[in-house]
């Protein structure tokens, strides 16, 4: 059984930061793409982050790129999510998200792990 568990989330004003955790259990995902999506109210999910787990690369959407960065510890098999700059218009639930196909995670948005969110709300 894959699981994916995010943690971090909460309410914070325009302006300040917040860390996403997500903890990988039930296969070793050393050779597994993860990446973070992100769902407003009314809005369709979108792709945030991702990092390829064995090289390190990451790749971010243009809306968070210079403010976000995504990271990894591999021997906790965990992923991380580092928000600075936050903005009223970041406001929505996290969700982690993982996939052996870095393609299918980052390009077709359709990893086939995800974890349940988290809720991240910034206020102005």
């Known amino acids: 059984q894959v699981q994916l568990v995010e943690s971090g989330g909460g309410l914070v004003q325009a302006g300040g930061s917040l860390r996403l955790s997500c903890a990988a259990s039930?296969?070793?995902?050393?050779?597994?793409?993860m990446g973070w999506f992100r769902q407003a109210p009314g809005k369709e999910r979108e792709f945030v982050a991702a990092?390829?787990?064995?090289?390190?690369?990451?790749y971010y959407a243009d809306s968070v790129k210079g403010r976000f960065t995504i990271s990894r510890d591999n021997a906790k098999n965990t992923v991380y999510l580092q928000m600075n700059s936050l903005k009223p218009e970041d406001t929505a639930v996290y969700y982690c998200?993982?996939?052996?196909?870095?393609?299918?995670?980052?390009?077709?948005?359709?990893?086939?792990?995800w974890g349940q969110g988290t809720q991240v709300t910034v206020s102005s």
């Open positions: 998200a993982a996939d052996p196909a870095w393609v299918r995670l980052v390009r077709a948005g359709t990893p086939g792990y």
């Open positions: 039930g296969r070793t995902f050393s050779s597994y793409a």
């Open positions: 990092i390829s787990w064995s090289v390190g690369s990451t």
